[in-house]
């Protein structure tokens, strides 16, 4: 394999991988949109949502599984914690 050959294929893995995390973005979006975020907030809750999982891992073990479950749990913490941003 040629050394330009390598490059398109990293370059296709890469926008691949962007593409991937839009997709996560977008029905991260849907989720909070349907747990009753406010769509004029939805960005916020997303940005949010980051640093709640990082405070949500950061008392757990570093293996700790990652899934539906807990997803839902960091959401519900996510309602808790900042109401203002969800519809009533």
């Not at 370059?11 to 991260?28: F, H, K, P, Q, R």
């Not at 909070?32 to 997303?46: C, P, S, T, V």
């Amino acid at each position: 394999m040629s050394i330009d050959e390598n490059v398109s294929e990293e370059l296709n893995l890469e926008m691949s991988l962007e593409e991937m995390a839009l997709e996560v973005i977008d029905m991260l979006s849907v989720a909070l949109y349907f747990a009753g975020g406010d769509k004029k907030h939805i960005q916020k809750l997303i940005e949010l949502y980051s640093l709640q999982m990082d405070k949500f891992y950061a008392k757990l073990p570093e293996d700790a599984p990652y899934g539906q479950k807990e997803m839902i749990e960091i959401i519900k913490s996510l309602k808790k914690d900042y109401p203002q941003f969800f519809i009533k």
